[in-house]
Each structure stands twice: as structure tokens, then as C-alpha cells.
């Protein structure tokens, strides 16, 4: 069955980076595109950008143009996010989700279990 | 960007009430909306794509509707399971997707 299997919890310091991995089964990778979806303690859900690695395009949420760049690894399946110049509100759990690359509605049907990321001095 | 609106922002209800969470868009969205509930500690879970489509494996109970900018998620017999947060995203600039702001649906 599907499968989005995501690194473990980071904690880091302000100022850093954190590089977050999605891995992606059960499905053929080519058809998708992978999405990264954080949430702060307490908030909504927040959409920053996604992958489509068949056309190796991406499109990022404007807050986060310049800061973050998602890439992702064919022969292994596996999305990336990596995010730079943390700061505390960047404590969240970030989430991979996918959605199918139609013409059609795009929904995410699939999404991992979510990597908590702790930014702290 | 196209923004989301829900509301109310949280509804208390009981078990066996019929609820209705409304979402509206910025901008005419067509019929690409979607909707998710999360559990805490949990992903969000797809429930309804395309406005009023559901999703394989959710119960009857839950329906949409709408198109254009006002949409609204029904649930026609609440569960117990049902209490959750539930969350509307717009998928019709797929460059650029967005979510509301959140339903916390409580027990009363």
C-alpha cells in the first residue's frame, strides 16, 4: 500500500538548517508530486511548496521563496525539504503529502505521519 | 493568492446533530476544493475532493457542496469519532495551494 515514510525529529539551533526527507511507496513515484505542509503547536495547516520530479518543477509559498528548496531523488523515491535561517517560529511538524499530477482536481490523498522540527538556543 | 476563509472558526455539537463548516474563497475557485479532518497528534485525512466527491473509505455522513467561492462540508449524523478539526484547501491554482484557517469541532 502507499507509503510516505518521513525522517525522524530535528532539533536545532536558530540560525541553521534543517533538510526534512519524505520516502515515498507503494506507488509510482513519476505520477505525483510531493507537497510540504507545516504546522505550528496549536495552528492550521500551512502549505509551503512542492515537487513534481517527473518535470523537475517547483513552486514555493511566497513566505518562504528564498528560504526553503524542495528536491527530490528519483532512483530512490524520496522528496526533500530543507529549510534555512531557522528561527523559533519555524518549530512545527512539517508534513509530506502527495497529490496526483492531472488535469483534473488535485487533492492530497496520501500524507506522512509528520517530522517534528524544534528550533531552540 | 487565494484565500480561505471558514467559519465558524469552533462549533460544539452532540452526538446524532447535523453540522454544517462553511468555507469561502478569495477568488471563484470552480468546484477545486477539498476537504480534511485531523485528529490531534495526527496527518490530516482527505474526506471530500472536488467540492462534493468522496473520498473511498469515508462514511455517508459526511458530505459537500458548493462551487465558486461558498462551499460548506455536512455532517449529517455526528459520531463520536467526527470530533476533530477539520481544514478547507483550494486546489484550483495547484502552483500556489492554500487551506482555511480550521473548524474545531468540540463535544458539547
Known amino acids: 500500500q502507499v507509503q510516505l515514510v518521513q525522517s525522524g525529529a530535528a532539533v536545532k539551533k536558530p540560525g541553521s538548517s534543517v533538510k526534512v526527507s519524505c520516502k515515498a511507496s507503494?506507488?509510482?513515484?513519476?505520477?505525483?508530486?510531493i507537497n510540504w505542509v507545516r504546522q505550528a503547536p496549536g495552528q492550521g495547516l500551512e502549505w509551503m511548496g512542492g515537487i513534481m520530479p517527473v518535470f523537475r518543477t517547483t513552486n514555493y509559498a511566497q513566505k518562504f521563496q528564498g528560504r526553503v528548496t524542495i528536491t527530490a531523488d528519483d532512483s530512490t523515491s524520496t522528496a526533500y525539504m530543507e529549510l534555512r535561517s531557522l528561527r523559533s517560529e519555524d518549530t512545527a511538524v512539517y508534513y509530506c503529502?502527495?497529490?496526483?499530477?492531472?488535469?483534473?482536481?488535485?487533492?492530497?490523498?496520501?500524507w506522512g505521519p509528520g517530522t517534528l522540527v524544534t528550533v531552540s538556543s | 493568492d487565494i484565500q480561505m476563509t471558514q467559519s465558524p472558526s469552533s462549533l460544539s455539537a452532540s452526538v446524532g446533530d447535523r453540522v454544517t463548516i462553511t468555507c469561502r474563497a478569495s477568488e471563484s475557485i470552480s468546484s477545486y476544493l477539498n476537504w480534511y479532518q485531523q485528529k490531534p497528534g495526527k496527518a490530516p485525512k482527505l474526506l471530500i475532493y472536488?467540492?462534493?466527491s468522496l473520498q473511498g473509505g469515508v462514511p455517508s455522513r459526511f458530505s459537500g457542496s458548493g462551487s465558486g467561492t461558498d462551499f460548506t462540508l455536512t455532517i449529517s449524523s455526528l459520531q463520536p469519532e467526527d470530533f476533530a478539526t477539520y481544514y478547507c484547501?483550494?486546489?484550483?491554482?495547484?502552483?500556489?495551494?492554500?487551506f482555511g484557517q480550521g473548524t474545531n469541532l468540540e463535544i458539547k
Open positions: 507503494g506507488d509510482t513515484f513519476s505520477n505525483y508530486a
Open positions: 503529502a502527495r497529490d496526483e499530477i492531472t488535469t483534473g482536481p488535485r487533492f492530497f490523498d496520501y
Open positions: 472536488a467540492a462534493s
Open positions: 484547501q483550494q486546489s484550483y491554482n495547484s502552483q500556489m495551494y492554500s
